[in-house]
DNA sequence: GGAGAGTACATGCACGTGCATTCAATGCAA
DNA sequence: TTGCATTGAATGCACGTGCATGTACTCTCC
């Protein structure tokens, strides 16, 4: 049993803490993010991140569309899931697949009026949600088993 | 435009820095840690906080098993995926799922010497990967396009 | 210019998940 | 005791995901 020095020992108590409230926090924000959203926007929690990389990406500069391997890596999703993704939001009609002209592998992915109204309907509601499962304390914990009946 | 006070909208800022940081960590972690103990050990990190938590509960007092109720709020699953995990670990051998004689609708989980044996073996790994990816700061962010090529 | 390596995205497939439902057992009331 | 609502867990089903692969295009070197 006197595998670790007590100082390691600690340590490690302490990253199991963090991690466990990681878990926690993660696990209550995305079921709740999911299931509003959802309900009332038909959004998921990736589809409403992804509208909102593809609003700043055409803040500032006049850039209306992105790359999605731009896209990719900010929204923590395979290259296979960004794609499916994307094609959901298309058929939705909250944004546009276009021919890149620089390069005709890419596609530049734009978000159309339609995504952007929609976009702007939810974010306070995402907002909302945020605060209170992160501000807030009162993590309801995932699973139908607690936070799903 | 002007649809918050500049308090409100840095609160939200904040708010906001705060979830993407959560959901890289979230994101390096998970993945790394289904990765690592995936192909060394035949465990997804669920399957792993499971076998944790009936090591714990099996600790101090000498209750053998955990029912399945009190399994679930622990790890941000629900009911009917965590019955299925089960259901993996124990056609793995690694617990074992017998009729609860108090209540006879419930199931006590066991942890087969086998499971024990897994979890030990796993432990260091999954300790290093969280170091790795909580309290080091190299995230390499997660999809395959980044972390899994 | 042509051949082969590399890149960007789409797709077949297997798998884990949640929801809705089902089945069995319990608790309570009449 | 019978009857009914409730609870614990298993299962049918749809869906989103990642991996492996396929397809189209670009780049480099000859």
Known sequence: ?????????????????EWRELLARHASAVCALDRELGEKYGLGMSEFEVLERLVEGCRGDGRPALRSSELAPTV???????????????????????MC?????????????????????ARPLHREVLGQTLGGRFAPLCGE????G
């Open 145 to 148: 088993s607690s936070a799903h």
């Open 1 to 17: 049993m006197a595998e670790l020095d007590p100082l390691e020992a600690s340590a490690e108590a302490g990253l199991i803490a």
């Open 101 to 121: 002209e620089s390069d005709r592998r890419g596609i530049m992915i734009a978000l159309t009026p339609a995504g952007r109204e929609r976009y702007d309907q």
């Open 76 to 98: 923590h999703l395979s290259q296979s899931a960004l794609s499916r993704l994307i094609a959901r939001l298309e058929k939705g009609g909250l944004v546009t697949r276009a």
